[in-house]
Structure formats: structure tokens, C-alpha cells
């Protein structure tokens, strides 16, 4: 009888998350370690690394692939990126949901930071960050990314992606060789105005540009000393053209703010926070982007308490082996393993997590897909080996 069955499934399902929920991950000296556990009821295959934030040797990263703001490669060729004086990466997750297709392919939907250097700007859903003084915090982000224009008006861009035929978008060298925009609309070549702050660009910062050219076409070149603001057919009927010489101001605000962070990255949903699993809100819309979150798929997320960083990763679309989890599973398995806060990143076949030299989880297209970027953690030689770094 379908109710007996649905009776026989939940408990199986609360018998599983009860053993679950004892889970131990076993750390060598340095506080590093990593576990695949089983639930073969269900089944479930879930794989943790698990990082003592006490020990300095270890700081997290966020890396995207081919070191600029698009491209896709997998999350170990993209482990090559690390600059030696970060220190040897230990354990990768996959990172941000990205555009996969078209010219922008690999464009993050999200917040991301590396080292430093702002790629792309907050996107609707949730980002995570550390601050200067090495606290995580996830939480959803206000954008105040904005232009303001000589003559005084106050225009919202978005950064290094994919340009709406009504809206703004600021490009810098991260884009590769070109804005890749076409259909139209004004783009104005930037170079840095004497006095002020300049490339490469960081979160929480006021910049001032000094318009070298004006064009009234699309694709063009960006170099590692200018910025491109560039307008859509809608935006440049609605603003008017700045003449050549003249001032703008460029603001990367954020809400809360992320000035001198150097590492950021988009995700979402929240699972937890404070500790307790934050409840998964149904959208208004029918598209597998939410659908999808209430069905049994490969899924990652990130969590930390004040002690421990975690990296998980579900194993799904696999009957023999794991079928995934709901991210309400989800969130009640980040609570079990002690997270204070947790943040989902992208599941299905860009799940990876890569744990001493070797992807550990078995991937649901059967091998590594190319994806946009990931969050690393680095061991460093020294507790101060990273600490030259400028900002």
C-alpha cells in the first residue's frame, strides 16, 4: 500500500540520519582530515574534510578557472592556479552556479575574490567571505556597484559578465582580451585618474577614471591598465554620452561591507545559520532551478563552526551507490557535523571535492566536469609565508 511504503521510506530515512549524525572525522596533528561515510539504506555516499581553523598553516582560497573571470577547466587543473606563496593546496571544493554557455561561459552568478581582486560583483543569492580579521561569515549581499557620471547621476553596474541590452557593465582585463559585447550601444575606454587607487580592483573601494575614448560599438579591447564601461542600446539612449577628458567616479560598495577582503565567493541557499538548518523556501517559479532543490541530487556546500571548517560533498544520481540529497537533507546533515553556518554550492555534475592529490567522490558524469571556480585550502610553510602580500 503506497501509505505503508511512504511509512517504511521515512523511516529509513530517520534511521540514517540518526547514524549519520554521530559522524566523526578523524584529523592528523595538524588538524586535517577527511572521511567517506555510507548509508547503504538509502543509499547515501557523503564525503568531508574536515580543517582546524586554529592551526595558521591553513587559510582558504577561492580560485577560477584559467586565473580570469570566465573559462571553465576542472577543479584540479584549476588547483594548478595557486601561486606557490599562498602555499600547496590540501582540499578543494567546487565552487559558485556559472553561466555555461555563449560567449560568457563560465561568468560566476555570484560574488568572487581572489586574492584580492574583484572578478564579479554580488549576485542574488547568498555570499561568503572572510575578513581581514580571518571570520566567515555567508549571508545575502546588497550590490552597490555604481557609476557616478559628470554631471551628477548615479547609475548601478553590474561586473565582467554578460551585458543586458538596458543595463551597465564594467569589464577589466579579468574579461580576457575583449568585452565579448555586441548589438550595439556605447562602450567608454577608462584609464586611471591621477591621485586615485586603480587596477586590479578590489571590493569596498572608490575609484576615479579619467574617459580616454568613446565608441559607439561593442567588443573592445580591454588591457591590464584601463577598464571598460560599457552600455547597453537601452542605457546609452537613456544616459548621455560623456565627452573624452572627462571625470566619472566608480564605487565597489557592498551591503554589508567587504573592504579589504580578499577572499569571496557566491553560493546559496543558506542551509545554516547560527546553528540552526534554515528552511528551504519554495519559489514562485516552476524552472528546474527550483524544482531542484526539493528533488535527491549531487550537491556541495561549505560549513564552519568556530573551530573546525567543513567541506562536503553528496555522491547522487547513482542507485547502486548514492542518490543524493535534498538541500533540506542537506542542511540537516552541515547541523549534524557541529556548523555553526553552512552555504550550498552548485550540485549535480559539478559536485567535486579533491582531498590530497586526488578527487575523492565519484562524480555523476562519471568524470571531472569543467566548471567555473572552487574554494581551496592552502597550507602554508610558514604562518607567515602569505604575509607580504599587498593589497
Known amino acids: 500500500m503506497p501509505g505503508a511504503r511512504f511509512g517504511w521510506l521515512f523511516f529509513l530515512f530517520l534511521t540514517c540520519c540518526c547514524a549519520l549524525s554521530g559522524v566523526e572525522v578523524p584529523v592528523d596533528a595538524t588538524g586535517l582530515g577527511y572521511t567517506n561515510v555510507r548509508a547503504a539504506e538509502i543509499p547515501w555516499s557523503i564525503h568531508i574534510v574536515k580543517v582546524a581553523r586554529s592551526n595558521s598553516l591553513y587559510e ?19 588547483l594548478n592556479l595557486v601561486k606557490p606563496v599562498l602555499g600547496a593546496p590540501v582540499a578543494a571544493v567546487n565552487g559558485d552556479f556559472y553561466q555555461r554557455d555563449r560567449s560568457y561561459a563560465g561568468a560566476a552568478r555570484g560574488l568572487q575574490v581572489v586574492d584580492g581582486e574583484l572578478l564579479s560583483g554580488p549576485g542574488n543569492k547568498i555570499n561568503m567571505w572572510i575578513d581581514v580579521d580571518g571570520e566567515a561569515h555567508a549571508s545575502p549581499m546588497i550590490s552597490k556597484f555604481e557609476v557616478t557620471w559628470p554631471d551628477g547621476t548615479v547609475t548601478p553596474f553590474r561586473l565582467n559578465g554578460e551585458r543586458s541590452p538596458n543595463g551597465v557593465e564594467l569589464y577589466t582585463s579579468a574579461i580576457g582580451r575583449s568585452t565579448r559585447t555586441s ?7 577608462l584609464e586611471r585618474e591621477e591621485g586615485s587607487p586603480w587596477l586590479p580592483l578590489h571590493v569596498g573601494k572608490s575609484y576615479t577614471a579619467r574617459i580616454r575614448e568613446v565608441r559607439d560599438s561593442g567588443n573592445t579591447t580591454v588591457t591590464a591598465n584601463t577598464l571598460v564601461l560599457s552600455l547597453g542600446p537601452g542605457a546609452a539612449r537613456r544616459l548621455a554620452s560623456p565627452a573624452v577628458g572627462a571625470s566619472l567616479s566608480i564605487s565597489t560598495a557592498t551591503l554589508p561591507s567587504l573592504h579589504g577582503v580578499r577572499t569571496a565567493l557566491g553560493g546559496g541557499p543558506l542551509l545554516v545559520h547560527n546553528g540552526h538548518r534554515q528552511r528551504i523556501e519554495e519559489g514562485g517559479s516552476e524552472s528546474y532551478e527550483f524544482s531542484s532543490m526539493f528533488e535527491r541530487h549531487p550537491r556541495a556546500a561549505i560549513g564552519w ?10 555522491d547522487g544520481r547513482q542507485r547502486w551507490l548514492s542518490v543524493g540529497m535534498t538541500l533540506d537533507e542537506l542542511a540537516r546533515f552541515m547541523v549534524s557535523l557541529g556548523c555553526q553556518e553552512a552555504m550550498n554550492c552548485d550540485g549535480g555534475g559539478s559536485a567535486t571535492l579533491w582531498y590530497e592529490g ?4 565519484s562524480p555523476c558524469d562519471r568524470s571531472e566536469r569543467e566548471i567555473a571556480n572552487c574554494l581551496v585550502i592552502v597550507k602554508k610553510k610558514s604562518p607567515n609565508q602569505a604575509a607580504s602580500r599587498g593589497q
Open 60 to 78: 582558504v582560497h577561492s580560485v577560477h578557472a584559467g586565473g580570469t573571470a570566465l573559462g571553465l577547466d576542472t577543479l584540479s587543473d584549476q
Open 183 to 189: 548589438g550595439g550601444g556605447r562602450e567608454l575606454i
Open 305 to 314: 563552526n568556530q573551530d573546525w571548517w567543513f567541506l562536503v560533498e553528496v
Open 358 to 361: 586526488e578527487v575523492r567522490n
